[in-house]
Nanobody, 122 residues
Framework: QVQLVESGGGVVQEGGSLKLSCVAS????????MGWFRQAPGKEREFVTA????????EYADSVKGRFTISRGDTKNTVYLQMDSLKTEDSAIYYC???????????????WGQGTQVTVSS
């Protein structure tokens, strides 16, 4: 089993920055790909970004490329999401997810955090 706990959400003005963190615990967590999804009110949950367990491979949704950066901590059980140039449409609940590989994470991640709210005000 893998447990994921997100933190770092909050309210920020448009154009501002925010950094989310996700700490994973459980068996073999350092060998999992990790990533972020988000869900805005009335919309389906959507993929945002993911990183392989080595950190060598990353993927981003087109809507956040060039603005968001995913990274892993030195101990590999923490993943960060640096969000810059935030837009009002980035407002959503952000969820951390984990799976063995990025492809599985994007399609059917087995492990999820509880989510953290990000609100971008105009």
């Amino acid at each position: 089993q893998v447990q994921l706990v997100e933190s770092g959400g909050g309210v920020v003005q448009e154009g501002g920055s925010l950094k989310l963190s996700c700490v994973a615990s459980g068996s073999s967590v350092t060998k999992y790909a990790m990533g972020w999804f988000r869900q805005a009110p009335g919309k389906e949950r959507e993929f945002v970004t993911a990183i392989s367990w080595t950190g060598a491979t990353t993927e981003y949704a087109d809507s956040v490329k060039g603005r968001f950066t995913i990274s892993r901590g030195d101990t590999k059980n923490t993943v960060y999401l640096q969000m810059d140039s935030l837009k009002t449409e980035d407002s959503a609940i952000y969820y951390c997810a984990a799976a063995y590989v990025i492809a599985t994470l994007k399609d059917s991640a087995p492990y999820w955090g509880q989510g953290t709210q990000v609100t971008v005000s105009s």
